[in-house]
C-alpha cells in the first residue's frame, strides 16, 4: 500500500476553506492528524480509501482528527491506532457542529469516536465499521462509539466488534436512532454492553443484530437509564432486532438481553418492544 507524507492531509487542511472537497490519495497516510473547523468540508478519498495512521501523533492531545464546523462529511477513511496521554485517543473527536460519516472504519483506537455533549450537535453514522479496542489498561474504557449528550444520533448500516472492556455503542444523546447494524463482539470479544443508553432519551432501536461475546463480564446485552438523570421524554422502541447471547448461564450473573433502570431516570420509561428474537439463555428483561 503507497505511503504518503503527513504534510499531505495537514497542507490541505491549512488552505481549505468553507465548503470545500478535500480528496487524499488512497494508501497510508502514516502521522497524519489534523482539525477541521470550516463549515461544510467535506473530506473523502477514492477507490479503498486512505488510512489514518495515527504513529504515536494527535491532534491537541484528543486523537487523529477533531472536527469543530457544521455540516462536514468524511466518506471513505479508516482510522487507526489513536492514542493519547489521557488514554482517550480518539479516531475523530466530534467537538461542535454537526458531521455526518459515511463509509470509515475505526480500528485501534483508544476511542473509535468520541463527542463533545452540547445539544445542537448531531452525528450521523452509515455504513461505517468499528472494531478491535485496543488491550492495553490507559485508565479508561474503550469504547468504539461514544456519543455524548448531543441533540440527535442516527447510526445506520455499521458493524460494531472487538470490544475490550468499554462498551460497543455508548450514547447520551437525546435522540438516537440506532437501525439495521450488526453489534456482535464474536467469540474473542471482551466488550461490556453492546448498546447503551446510560441517560435514558428518545431511542429507536430497530432491525439489528446484537450477539454478545462469551467472554463478557457484563450480563447485559443492551442497557437503559443505568446512571439516570435527564428530564426527558424517555422512550425505547425495540423492533426487529435479533438478539444473540453466548455467555454460559451462570446462577450468580444471570444474562439479560435487555436492561432497564426506569427508576433512576427523572422521568417516566414507555417502552415498545415488538417482533424481536432472543437466542441463548439470557432473560428478556422487558416489560410484559
Known sequence: MTEHEPSLLAGALRRARAGDTIVLPPGVHAGAVGIITQPGLTLTSPGPGAVLRADGRHAEGKGILVVRAPSVRIANLEFRGARVPAGNGAGIRFESGSLVLDRCRFVDNEMGILTAGRPDMTLAVTHCHFGDAPRHDSGMLHHLLYV????????????????????????????????????????????????????????????????????????????????????????LLLRGNHFVDRRARSADAPSRFVHLWPERLAGPLEVLAEGNRFDGAGRIGLPG
Not at 458493524?159 to 436512532?177: I, T
Not at 467469540?187 to 461475546?213: C, H, K, T
Open 148 to 235: 455524548g449528550a448531543i441533540g440527535h444520533c442516527v447510526v445506520m448500516h455499521s458493524r460494531f466488534g472487538g470490544g475490550w472492556r468499554g462498551h460497543l455503542l455508548k450514547s447520551r444523546a437525546r435522540v438516537n436512532r440506532i437501525l439495521f447494524n450488526e453489534f456482535d463482539d464474536g467469540e474473542a470479544g471482551g466488550a461490556s454492553y453492546e448498546v447503551e443508553f446510560p441517560n435514558g432519551g428518545d431511542a429507536m432501536v430497530l432491525g439489528n443484530r446484537i450477539a454478545q461475546s462469551p467472554a463478557s463480564d457484563n450480563p447485559a446485552m443492551l442497557s437503559m437509564g443505568a446512571e439516570g438523570g435527564g428530564a426527558g421524554p424517555h422512550r
